[in-house]
């Protein structure tokens, strides 16, 4: 990697949004830099503080927010990321991204940013598999997404199905690959 790529987490309200915590600092330490937007569910699993304190920028929560530096953060991130990941994409976030909705800072994101936009869903099993969030998969596909995952595992409902977001590690891998696609 030369210099310094920035990354763009836009995190989803699911159980699933501790795990970014861990792609955060590792993308940290691996020399990127990183900005995180959530959704105001996403702020009810884990705090922006905690994004905060990992990436030194200030987390991105509304579309109308102004950074200190009179900067409009939901513009200046979507201009500098070479990749954009949003996970966990729950069904509820991957419905909005499909339908082109931009009602929060993660869903105005993805119709703001111009580089490789990847998507790790995680819901569950039922969820996964119903006709409506297949095609809505499907469309974002076409629209150019990437979609990583889910696997089968461990789901927060107590069993094992399809619907398990990827690994950390998975997706601190396939940001590498994007973001050198992306030079």
Same mark, same amino acid.
């Given at each position: ?133 297949? @095609? ?17 595992? @461990? ?20 940001? @590498? ?7």
């Amino acid at each position: 990697m030369t210099g310094p790529r920035e990354v763009l987490l836009g995190i989803g309200g699911g159980i699933a949004a501790y795990k970014i915590a861990f792609v955060a600092s590792r993308l940290v330490q691996d020399g990127f830099v990183v900005r995180v937007a959530m959704t105001p569910r996403a702020t009810e699993y884990v705090g922006a503080l905690t994004f905060e304190g990992l990436t030194g920028k200030k987390t991105i929560l509304s579309s109308t927010q102004v950074d200190p530096d009179g900067s409009v953060p939901h513009i200046a991130a979507a201009r500098a990321a070479a990749v954009y990941v949003v996970a966990p994409a729950t069904a509820d976030l991957i419905g909005r991204l499909s339908a082109g909705v931009a009602d929060d800072a993660v869903t105005l994101l993805a119709l703001t940013c111009r580089c490789p936009i990847l998507l790790c869903p995680a819901m569950n099993d039922a969820m996964w598999l119903h006709p409506a969030v297949q @095609h809505n998969v499907a469309q974002l596909r076409k629209r150019g997404m990437h979609v990583l995952g889910p696997v089968e595992g @461990h789901l927060a409902e107590g069993y094992d199905a399809v619907g398990r977001m990827v690994e950390p590690s998975t997706i601190c891998a396939r940001i @590498h690959e994007l973001a050198v696609g992306s030079s």
